[in-house]
């Protein structure tokens, strides 16, 4: 198969492999990595690197408490180039690689889904890397929460023909924002086949424009979005205390206490083999003989946002197998609670093992040879010298006592580092730890996956997963959208790939816990009840159905 074939294999359109591969003459990996990076998608970059160092957790350590916002002058959006969405419509239709509401051109000639049962999707802002990012975490929770959005009753949610480009009034709240948007996303009869990234960034406060002005990295205000989120469902007055905070905020216990967290970061300098990897380096460092502390997880919140630092100037470029990302993950595992009971037991007898592999390695050398020469070659020489000749026969079966006591000494020694490195790659590894998980399920330690939903390599690359499992790759700019199914297999297999290297910009995780996931029921009786959303919701597909009757 070849390069530009195999580009195509894994979703990609023939015109930008073929692109790809002009760039790096040919080089298939080269090309991934420069399609995966998202360069190819735009003659600009969406955001310059910095240099600058780079806060947050280091191997060992847990910081990243919620930022706390300031004060500041709302920040002015320079993304005047948009396109405006419009008629004509083109027909349905599920091509090999649908494009949704757009033309045979490739570009958006129409606000209607391609298919009915395609998703929304947001489309990126150029030079607006952060709001993008604050965007695609919106519609995460429109699509996971909404029966939590829509609780609280607006009433009229005054309706734009072009709020989906981002128009709105300077009164415009959050809230109003992700209850529009979790309408559109959820019903079931909504044509809306995209909204622009515009509709978060042009509500956003001041504090955090401010912070936006100052950050260098996603996870240093990613966490003061989380928490404007937080309080502008809070401020509805429909929910208890802690109520929805506790929907997004988990607890850690460090050296330095109690820590409440958002967002959990990683370095590009941290990838390891497996997401499990890099959260034991965070949480489970190697501590000296009877050192009791150590980072752990208290409680973690259904909603986790994890998020893999984009490189800077000073970023070791590095090449490597990738990061595997599991689909169900289980942060129970770093709790105190599993710790103390499973993990620290096990870390005892990994020492142990790996001591005991140590010793077994140089009894097996021992028996081997014996001042660099090969024992068995010298018993062997001596018995067909003795046989040969016909020598003492008391003398060839002691030597031949003695080669099979060394041989059954060596299979012995053999098969005890043979059981111990099965046990070390197998139930005793903590990178794959399929063993420790049964075995907390066994002990009642943990009770449900924490699902994979959304991974995001850049704002105009992304992974959606619905709430019927079915996943979808979304590319995205403010001029086209393409969507294609995906296996789930596939979604690990480019996540891996595009974690070999450091990215230019950040990788975000979302996962949500099993039992969080609503029932379809349960999401458009909530979308039903609240009249705001019907209502606007009613008026969109007006607005939709006219530009397809023109």
Known sequence: MNPQSSLVEMGITPEVAQRALEQTNGDLEAAVNYIF???????????AV??????????????????????GDDDTDSSSSEHELSPPFSPRRSPDFPTAGANSNGVLDSPRKALVTDPTVVTPLPHSLFENYFALFSLAMCQYLPQILAKPELGDLSYDPKWAQGVCSTTTSLIEQLQRLS???????????CVSARIIAAVLDASLRRKLSEAEHLHEVL???IRSLIHAIERSGCFGDEQVRSLFVSSALSS????????????????????????NALLYPELDEGEENGNSLLDVAPFLTIVFDEMDEDTEVTSGRGVDVPLEFYPQLYTKRVKDALVRPLQQQRRAAQERSRQVLAEM???KSYQGK??????NSALDYLQRDGQS?????????????????????KNEYKELSQKLHGEWNLSHPTYLIDEAKERDLVDEPYLLVLAVLHPGHYFQRSRSGQWKSVRADPNLVRLSDCAPAQVQTIIRHYTTFPSKTPLMLLYVKQSHVPEDAIVLKSLESNKGISSFLRMDQEELNRDYLT
């Open 183 to 193: 309408g559109v996303v959820n019903a079931p009869l909504s044509d809306r086949c």
């Open 256 to 279: 330095e206490g109690k820590s409440l967290l958002s967002v959990l970061q990683f370095m590009p300098e941290e990838y390891e083999s497996s997401l499990y990897a890099m959260f």
């Open 393 to 413: 026969k008391e003398a060839v079966d002691q030597l031949e006592q003695l080669k099979n006591s060394i041989s059954e000494h060596k299979t012995q020694r």
């Open 374 to 379: 090969d024992i068995l070659k010298f018993i």
């Open 50 to 71: 910095h240099s600058a160092p780079m806060p947050g957790f280091t191997p060992g350590s847990l910081t990243g408490v919620m930022g706390q916002s300031q004060d």
């Open 37 to 47: 990076s998202g360069e190819v998608y735009s003659a600009q970059p969406t955001e």
């Open 365 to 367: 050398n021992s028996l």
């Open 223 to 225: 966490p003061s979005f």
